[in-house]
Structures are given as C-alpha cells and as structure tokens.
C-alpha cells in the first residue's frame, strides 16, 4: 500500500487524558499536513510540515496541541488533557512540492472523548 | 477573505440520473482547484485538479469544470450509482501559500 497511512482508525479517550496519533506519508512526499475535520464541515488546517521542518501553525492549534515530524517521515499529532471539544476526525495528507500536485489524505483517526 | 462555498448542501437524486454540484471561491491569487469525494468515515480521496488555464477536466463518469474569471466551478455526475454517494469537496489553493481552503462540502445521496 503507497498511499497515507494512519494509526488508529479510531481513538475513545476519558476527558483530560493525552493522546497521539500517528501518520506515515507517502514516501517520497516531502510535505505533511495535519488537518481537522468535525461533522458535517470541510477539513480545516492545523499544521504543515516540509521534511522534518514545521513551517506553518494554524492557530487552531493551541498549546495543548503538539506536532512532530524528527525525521523527514511519518508525524505524530498528541493532544495533551483532552477536551470533549477535541472530538473530531484528524485528517493527514502528504504532498510533493512540485506545482499543481494534489494532496493524498489519509484515512483519518476519529477521535471522541468522553 | 479566501471562502470557499458548495451548494447545494445536499441532494437526493435515483440511480442512474446525472447531478451538478457548484463551488464558488473568493481564493486569490488562485493556484488550482481540486475536487475530493469522501465516504463517511473515510479521508478525502482526490477526483480532479484543474489549474487557472484549464477549463475541464474528466474522470471517468465526473466532468469537472472551472471558469477563473467568475471563480466558479462544477462537478458533473454522469449515470449516478449507488457508491456515489458521499460528501463531494471543493477545495481551492492559494499561489505560493502552502494550506488549502475547504468547502464545507455537498452531501449526496443516490437511492435505487
């Protein structure tokens, strides 16, 4: 399988507690977003990632938001002390930097806390 | 403000009829236009990307189409089936920034 990766499909947390969620972009994409989705709306951006550099943070991101890419590769998302708001589907897509290349999303983490 | 907007939200049509959805984007400077259909539950899946000089593009029984200059776009279903249905997602690319904008989506719904 070539295409995004992410792990796991789905997450039930108790309120307050951390989670972290991973994605494996395709391997010789060298871009890496994070996005987040709720019922019923379009995915919206939290954060990118060229090679191993996080260039941009949406401000949706908040303190408690965390984002890793140490080598150029896959990425982890953790959420410490989960709010109910935090519930959602965590979107990962990958890209090339070549112009006009379109995104290639991942299955996505659907998150609920409880 | 780059706003991205879909109509209709959502649509019920039988099985075999043809469907257009719209997109109406504010993106500027505009780079590309994508097309994304998702399954609930499931991570978009791209359908067409059309950049300022195209003007359509096909994907099998999807027919995209763009007009830059009113910053409008259309997908077109041909013979609708039943795995068709799904959210169908515009999403529109800023030159030179590197996040997308998203529609909020249509929600189609092909009944037998």
């Known amino acids: 399988d070539t295409g995004v990766s992410q792990d796991p499909r789905h997450k039930i947390t108790k309120r307050g507690q951390n989670v972290t969620f991973r994605c494996d972009p395709i391997?010789?994409?060298?871009?890496l977003y994070w996005y987040r989705q709720t019922l019923g709306q379009g995915p919206e951006f939290l954060t990118y990632?060229?090679?191993?550099?996080?260039?941009?943070k949406s401000r949706l991101l908040s303190d408690r938001f965390s984002a890793e890419r140490p080598k150029g590769s896959f990425s982890t998302l953790e959420i410490q002390r989960t709010e109910q708001g935090d519930s959602a589907m965590y979107l990962c897509?990958?890209?090339?930097?070549?112009?006009?290349?379109?995104?290639?999303f991942g299955s996505g983490t659907r998150l609920t806390v409880v | 403000k780059n706003q991205v907007e879909q109509s209709p939200q959502s649509l019920i049509i039988l099985e075999g009829k043809n469907c257009t959805l719209q997109?109406?984007?504010?993106?500027?400077?505009?780079?590309?236009l994508r097309w994304y259909k998702q399954d609930t539950g499931r991570g978009p899946v791209s359908l067409t990307i059309?950049?300022?000089?195209?003007n359509t593009k096909s994907n099998g029984r999807y027919t995209a189409t763009l007009d830059a200059d009113t910053k409008q776009s259309s997908l077109h279903i041909t013979a609708s089936q039943l795995s068709d249905s799904a959210s169908y997602i515009c999403v529109v690319s800023e030159t030179g920034a590197n996040n997308l904008f998203f529609g909020t989506g249509t929600r189609l719904t092909v009944i037998p």
């Open positions: 059309m950049t300022f000089s195209e």
């Open positions: 897509a990958s890209s090339t930097w070549a112009p006009g290349t379109g995104y290639t």
């Open positions: 990632f060229q090679n191993e550099a996080q260039l941009e």
């Open positions: 391997s010789e994409h060298n871009r």
């Open positions: 997109c109406n984007y504010t993106v500027s400077p505009f780079s590309n």
